[in-house]
T-cell receptor, first 113, second 117 residues
Framework: AQSVAQPEDQVNVAEGNPLTVKCTYSVSGNPYLFWYVQYPNRGLQFLLKYITGDNLVKGSYGFEAEFNKSQTSFHLKKPSALVSDSALYFCAVRDEGFNKFYFGSGTKLNVKP | DAGVIQSPRHEVTEMGQEVTLRCKPISGHDYLFWYRQTMMRGLELLIYFNNNVPIDDSGMPEDRFSAKMPNASFSTLKIQPSEPRDSAVYFC???????????????FGQGTRLTVV
C-alpha cells in the first residue's frame, strides 16, 4: 500500500538557518513525489516534485528536496529560512496505477526572527 | 487559466440542511479530486474522478455525501442532511494523468470553509 509519513508535527528554526522537513514514503513501483505548502486560509500550493533523474530537485521560493531511494525519503530543504516560510508543509506520493495522491499529515514550520 | 475555482468560499448552514459545494477544474485536466481537511484528521481524500467518471469513492464518509461531475468543467459535492461534524475545509484539486503527463502535480482550489451549526 502507498503511504507517506511526516514524522514531525512541527519544526522550529531561526531565520537565516537551514531548514529540513522530513518525509518518508512507501510505494510499489516508481515513486512520484511532491511537496506542497499551505498558508493560513489558503489552498495547497505546489513547491516541487521528483519524477526521475537527479536526486536533488529544486523548486519554488528557494526550496529543494533530496530523493533517497535506499532510505525511501524525500526531505524538503532550504539553505536559509525566512520568516515568511512559516506555513504548513505536506509531502505527497502519487500512485502510478490508480493516479491517487497520498498526502502526509503535514508539518508546521515556524521560522522565528 | 484562473486555476481551480471553488464556490462558495465560506458556507454557514444549520444542521439538517442540504449543502452543495462547487468546483471548476483547470481546463484540460482529466482528474478531479475532492478532499476534506480538519485539525483532527488532516487531509482526507473523499472521491476522485477520471474523465468525469468516479473512480474511487471509498473516502466518502457516509451516504449523506454525494459527488457528481456532469461534464469536464464542473463538479459538485453535496451533503444532505448536513451535521455539525461535517464542519471542515473542503478542497477540490485537478491534474493531468495521461501518458507522459501522468507525472504532474495536483492544483488545488482555495477551498470552501463549511460550518454546520
Amino acid at each position: 500500500a502507498q503511504s507517506v509519513a511526516q514524522p514531525e508535527d512541527q519544526v522550529n528554526v531561526a531565520e537565516g538557518n537551514p531548514l529540513t522537513v522530513k518525509c518518508t514514503y512507501s510505494v510499489s513501483g516508481n515513486p512520484y513525489l511532491f511537496w506542497y505548502v499551505q498558508y493560513p486560509n489558503r489552498g495547497l500550493q505546489f513547491l516541487l516534485k521528483y519524477i526521475t533523474g537527479d536526486n536533488l530537485v529544486k523548486g519554488s521560493y528557494g526550496f529543494e528536496a533530496e530523493f533517497n531511494k535506499s532510505q525511501t525519503s524525500f526531505h524538503l530543504k532550504k539553505p536559509s529560512a525566512l520568516v515568511s516560510d512559516s506555513a504548513l508543509y505536506f509531502c505527497a506520493v502519487r500512485d502510478e496505477g490508480f493516479n491517487k495522491f497520498y498526502f502526509g499529515s503535514g508539518t508546521k514550520l515556524n521560522v522565528k526572527p | 487559466d484562473a486555476g481551480v475555482i471553488q464556490s462558495p468560499r465560506h458556507e454557514v448552514t444549520e444542521m439538517g440542511q442540504e449543502v452543495t459545494l462547487r468546483c471548476k477544474p483547470i481546463s484540460g485536466h482529466d482528474y478531479l479530486f475532492w478532499y476534506r481537511q480538519t485539525m483532527m484528521r488532516g487531509l482526507e481524500l473523499l472521491i476522485y474522478f477520471n474523465n468525469n467518471v468516479p473512480i474511487d469513492d471509498s473516502g466518502m464518509p457516509e451516504d449523506r455525501f454525494s459527488a457528481k461531475m456532469p461534464n469536464a468543467s464542473f463538479s459538485t459535492l453535496k451533503i444532505q442532511p448536513s451535521e455539525p461534524r461535517d464542519s471542515a475545509v473542503y478542497f477540490c484539486a485537478s491534474s493531468l494523468g495521461r501518458g507522459d503527463s501522468m507525472n504532474t502535480e495536483a492544483f488545488f482550489g482555495q477551498g470552501t470553509r463549511l460550518t454546520v451549526v
